[in-house]
């Protein structure tokens, strides 16, 4: 079974910096797609970031561009989110997910990890 976890997240105080890690197993990130996504209380998850190696390509919420950085170290079949200049509005939970068929639908991304807790305190 293809299994996703997150960590990394935590208290950062606005403008500052965190590294969140999402590590599988089951599976390599040969012609995957692993996308970020955040959740806020009460709001529909939503993508902000997806690398994909079928597509040889990487996407990026508007709001996040220049600020965050997806990355993958595909010996450890990792994806990493690089959040720099964190704003009050990143606070959320993030997750990771992942798809066989690209970045382009959420609705394509059949594993999930547990999400790992952002907040950001102004």
């Known amino acids: 079974e293809v299994q996703l976890v997150e960590s990394g997240g935590g208290l950062v105080q606005a403008g500052g910096s965190l590294k969140l890690s999402c590590s599988s197993s089951?599976?390599?990130?040969?012609?995957?797609?692993i996308g970020w996504f955040l959740q806020a209380p009460g709001r529909e998850r939503e993508g902000i970031a997806c690398v994909s190696s079928t597509e040889d390509a990487t996407y990026y919420r508007d709001s996040v561009k220049g600020r965050f950085t997806i990355f993958s170290n595909n010996a450890k079949n990792t994806v990493y989110l690089q959040m720099n200049n964190l704003k009050r509005e990143d606070t959320a939970v993030y997750y990771c997910?992942?798809?066989?068929?690209?970045?382009?639908?959420?609705?394509?991304?059949?594993?999930w990890g547990q999400g790992t807790q952002v907040t950001v305190s102004s």
């Open positions: 089951g599976v390599t990130f040969d012609d995957v797609a």
């Open positions: 997910g992942l798809s066989h068929f690209g970045c382009d639908d959420r609705a394509l991304f059949g594993v």
